[in-house]
T-cell receptor, first 110, second 114 residues
Framework: DAKTTQPPSMDCAEGRAANLPCNHS???????VYWYRQIHSQGPQYIIH???NNETNEMASLIITEDRKSSTLILPHATLRDTAVYYC???????????FGTGTRLTVIP | DVKVTQSSRYLVKRTGEKVFLECVQD?????MFWYRQDPGLGLRLIYF???????EKGDIPEGYSVSREKKERFSLILESASTNQTSMYLC?????????????FGQGTRLTVV
């Protein structure tokens, strides 16, 4: 499985966009990029995923570079409830497991 | 609302005890997973199951076993609990992996072995 690299921590002002980067330089052609987040004392929550194209849903946007070696999760208007650890994962289609790293701890500041 | 339910939120057991952690999902998913989460180490996969009675080892299966007798239920077993198995345990489930589906997680069981 391809590995991901994320900064250990980031801060973001409330109401501003939070941009969380992820490097996955060894990603292969059939591997998807997934983002999850984990709010303190809860199980991880799915946010968004994509293969090649940029994706948007009600929670966030996912921007994947053309070479697919990195991606950015964007929370357009961060709130205090977005304070969490965010995990970037790459997973092969057909694979039965998810490999999590240590993620980025995002702190939204009032 | 989709749901993955873990039987206990907090559990305290003694060294050497046999411990069962239960997980039930109501989404008719084929795949179920057990992870443990420790500070600074992220989530590490212990075992997963892709069908009833089928199982595969993850990254850290030593000291654990699993059971999947019914599709909706996946049990993690610590045959003889040790203090280094004190951790947060997370169960997850997902439908058939095509790459285009997400996993749903339970709330976790915080196990303390004394």
């Amino acid at each position: 499985d391809a590995k991901t690299t994320q900064p250990p921590s980031m801060d973001c002002a409330e109401g501003r966009a939070a941009n969380l980067p992820c490097n996955h330089s060894t990603i292969s052609g059939n591997e998807y990029v997934y983002w999850y987040r984990q709010i303190h004392s809860q199980g991880p929550q799915y946010i968004i995923h994509g293969l090649k194209n940029n994706e948007t849903n009600e929670m966030a946007s996912l921007i994947i570079t053309e070479d697919r070696k990195s991606s950015t999760l964007i929370l357009p208007h961060a709130t205090l409830r977005d304070t969490a650890v965010y995990y970037c994962i790459v997973r092969e289609g057909g694979a039965n497991n998810l490999f999590f790293g240590t993620g980025t701890r995002l702190t939204v500041i009032p | 609302d989709v749901k993955v339910t873990q039987s206990s939120r907090y559990l305290v057991k003694r060294t050497g005890e046999k411990v069962f952690l239960e997980c039930v999902q109501d989404m008719d998913h084929e795949n179920m997973f057990w992870y443990r989460q420790d500070p600074g180490l992220g989530l590490r996969l212990i075992y997963f199951s892709y069908d009833v009675k089928m199982k595969e080892k993850g990254d850290i299966p030593e000291g654990y076993s699993v059971s999947r007798e019914k599709k909706e239920r996946f049990s993690l077993i610590l045959e003889s609990a040790s203090t280094n198995q004190t951790s947060m345990y997370l169960c997850a489930s997902s439908s058939d992996w095509t790459g285009n589906t997400e996993a749903f997680f339970g709330q976790g069981t915080r196990l303390t072995v004394v």
